[in-house]
C-alpha cells in the first residue's frame, strides 16, 4: 500500500500540513520521496500515525512522542493496549460524568439528596480521570499498567479525612523546596528534609515503594515537561534541584 500525503491526510482526518510538519520535526518520514517530489507513506507509516494521534489525543507534547516511539524499548502491543485502557478509563469518567450531574440535578430538585460522601468520591474521580488524561500515558509507557491502576485505586480510596492531610502534606513539601532550592545545595539539611517530604507524600498515592522507581520518577520530572513546568511554579531549577537532591538522599537512604 502506498499513499500520497494527501490521501493520508483525509484518511487520517487530518491536514497534509500537518504531516509535513511531523515529517520536518522528524516525526513522520514518509517512506520515500518520488522524483516528482511527492511524499509517499507505506503501512508502517500508516501505523506509525495512528500512534501518534493516540498520545496526541491524550495531550502528550510531540516531542514527548517522538522520544516514546523511537525508544529501543518501544512495543507497539503495549502500547495500544495503554492507549485502550485509557480510553476505557475516559469512556468510565464521562459516564460517571453523566451520573454525577443527573443526581446533582435531582438533588436540587428536591426528587433525592446527596451524602457529602458522593461528593467527595465524585471530586476523587475527577482528579483520578483528571492525573490520567494528562500523565497516564507516560506513566503507563514507563511503569507498566498495573502500578497506575494500584495508584488509582489508593487515591479512589481515600478518605476526605486523608486526602486532607494529603494535601497539608504537599503543602509542607511545597514550602520544604522552596526553602531547599533558596539554600541551594542538594545534600543541605533542608534538600533532605524536602526529600523526605516528598518520599512520605509519594507513599500517599502509591502502594509499594522502591528506590529505583522514586529515582527512575525523579528523572522524569527533568525529562517530563509537564513535570518539570508542575515544579518550576514552586521554584525555577526546582526539578532539578529535586532530582539531585533525591540522588543524595536514596543513596544514604
Known sequence: MELTINKLAKLAGVS????????????????????????????????????????????????????????????????????????????????????????????????????????????????????????????????????????????LGMTEETYKNTQELEEKLYEALKAAVAQGDPAGEAAQEACRLHKAWLCRYWDHYSKEAHMGLAEMYVEDPRFTAYYEEIAPGCARFLRDALAVFLKDA
Open 16 to 155: 497534509p500540513r500537518t504531516l509535513r510538519y511531523y515529517d520536518a520535526i522528524g516525526l513522520l518520514p514518509p517512506m520515500r520521496v518520488g522524483e516528482n517530489g511527492y511524499r509517499i507513506y507505506g503501512q508502517r507509516e500508516v501505523d506509525r500515525l495512528q500512534q501518534i494521534l493516540f498520545y496526541r489525543e491524550m495531550g502528550m507534547p510531540l516531542e514527548d512522542i517522538k522520544k516514546v516511539l523511537s525508544s529501543k524499548g518501544f512495543d507497539e502491543q503495549q502500547a495500544l493496549e495503554s492507549h485502550l485502557t485509557a480510553l476505557l478509563a475516559e469512556k468510565d469518567r464521562i459516564e460517571r460524568l453523566v451520573t454525577n450531574v443527573m443526581k446533582t440535578l435531582k438533588a436540587l430538585k428536591g426528587e433525592i439528596t446527596m451524602s457529602n460522601q458522593e461528593k467527595f468520591d465524585g471530586f476523587l474521580r475527577e482528579l483520578v480521570s483528571e492525573n490520567e488524561k494528562r500523565y497516564g500515558a507516560e506513566v503507563r509507557a514507563k511503569y507498566g499498567d498495573d502500578v497506575m491502576d494500584r495508584s488509582n485505586e489508593k487515591v
